[in-house]
């Protein structure tokens, strides 16, 4: 049995974090596992043809020092670059956002493939089930989106107290459905390729990423708004494409469609979230839940974002850290 100190769960924004923050304080005992097969969670791209699109997270913006400073770094490095927005420049990573996470994870210990199923307590900690075997940890922080948290505690009874439970259970996740168009000629979309006001009703963003500068095709992403989602979010795929198409079609000539396909994510936003960086559980063993839905007290942000999540990773890391000395 695979057995580490510290097990981060997720390697999105939040647990890459976390990872790097250990690294930077010196633990080296640890490891990062996610069920997916690249890092980076909703910082996701994808391939279409010889085209790409992100499917999730399009842009950043930075209202805190902390981050402001390492988006500087990234910057400087030629990682990421400002995308639009003068007084509230939005930042994109060149080539795609997954790129920055698989950057960013780039010397972390991180599993992928891998599917924490439950999580049980122990007498020296955690046993996380997956299918490749069962994990060992003293330490875990936990990145999932809350839902999916409390769902791997509670299938292995893990005895979460009921003020811990009340306090996860404000956290509530909006879900959206993205339609992706490969489409054979421009958009109709201002210059920079991004468009989020005045649209039709249930679409919160269009983006061509060609005109973004990521893509060597006209690839166009619908992103539905958390309503217009959650009422469609269980019917047949090409039934939801046909809906974003007949509302969307006034931006591009709908006959110019090569390719449709549909991104459902479940736990999109936090539409609720807590005003604390992280939610340290009282068990007997380290367990801290980590993510974009936890925001700090003086966050003026109104959303949860790759901000959010950066800086819970962040403070969760040198939580745990500072609680082991
Ligand atoms: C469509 C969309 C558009 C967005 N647009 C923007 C934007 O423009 N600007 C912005 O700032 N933010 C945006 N966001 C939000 C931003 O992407 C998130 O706030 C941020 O990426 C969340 O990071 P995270 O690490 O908290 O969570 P995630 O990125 O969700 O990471 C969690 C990880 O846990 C893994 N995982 C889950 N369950 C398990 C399991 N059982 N076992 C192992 N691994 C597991 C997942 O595979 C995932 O990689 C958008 C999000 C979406 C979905």
Known sequence: MLKTNIVIIGAGMSGIMAGQTLKKRGQTDFLIIDKGRSVGGRMATRRIDAGKADHGAQFFTARTRRFQSEVNQWLSEGSVVRWFGKNHPRYMSIDGMNKLAK????????MLNIEVTSIRLTETGYLLTTMEGDIQAEQLIVTVPAPQAEALLVNGNVPINQEDLNTLHQIKFSPCLVGIFKLSRPSKLPTLGHLDQNLPEGIIRMVDHYDKGISHE???????????????FNEEPHVVLAEIVKKSNHYFVDQAIEVSQLKKWRYAEAVKFLRQPYLSLSLPHPLVLAGDAFLTADDSGKHTRLETAFTSGVLTAEYLIDTMM
């Open 218 to 232: 006209h690839i166009l992403s619908v992103y539905m708004t958390g309503e217009w989602s959650q009422q469609h």
């Open 103 to 110: 950057r960013l994870a780039s010397d972390l210990p991180v």
